[in-house]
Structure formats: structure tokens, C-alpha cells
């Protein structure tokens, strides 16, 4: 669930922070082993939005990152909801 952050402006009153989405989630929050947020990293990979948008061949170009890696990045992704059209 998504919770509404608060921020206070110059006079005091709470103004409301955009909700953050989950295309907006670090890789680093989606439980992925280690050795794949490390390579996502290395590819200045953030955010699960940033990844998402690539295509497969594109993401199997990152050193350390096979199609083991890929799998294992795909089928977390997909527990989490997300579509992902990549094939292996």
C-alpha cells in the first residue's frame, strides 16, 4: 500500500508530497538476489520503471547479467504485478 507522505511549507501547513509509484520503487526495495541489483547498479539501473522499459537483449548486454538473471529478474517482477514481455 501506498501511503501519502507530508511536507510543511514556509507558513507552517502540511502540503501533500506526490504519491510514489510503484514504477517508482528502487530495485533495491523488490527483493532481488544481490548480484542483480549490482549489475543493475553498474548500468545506472534505479528505479523498477527504468528497467521495465528496456528490452531484454538490451538488459542481457550488462556484464554479469545472463539469461539465468533475467529469468530470475522477470519472475520477481511479474510476483510483484508488473508485465513484462521478455523473452528468454
Known amino acids: 500500500m501506498h501511503t501519502l ?5 514556509a507558513h507552517g501547513k502540511p502540503q501533500q508530497a506526490p504519491l510514489k509509484t510503484p514504477l517508482d520503487q528502487s530495485i ?4 532481488l538476489p544481490y548480484r542483480i541489483e549490482a549489475a543493475l547498479d553498474r548500468n545506472r539501473i534505479r ?6 522499459r528496456l ?4 538488459v542481457l548486454k550488462f556484464h554479469d547479467f545472463g539469461k ?3 529469468r530470475t529478474c522477470k ?5 510483484l504485478g508488473f508485465k513484462v514481455s521478455w523473452e528468454n
Open 47 to 52: 528505479r523498477v520503471g527504468d528497467l521495465i
Open 55 to 58: 528490452k531484454a537483449e538490451d
Open 5 to 9: 507522505q507530508t511536507a510543511q511549507t
Open 68 to 70: 539465468g538473471s533475467l
Open 28 to 31: 533495491h526495495e523488490i527483493g
Open 75 to 79: 519472475k520477481r517482477l511479474e510476483e
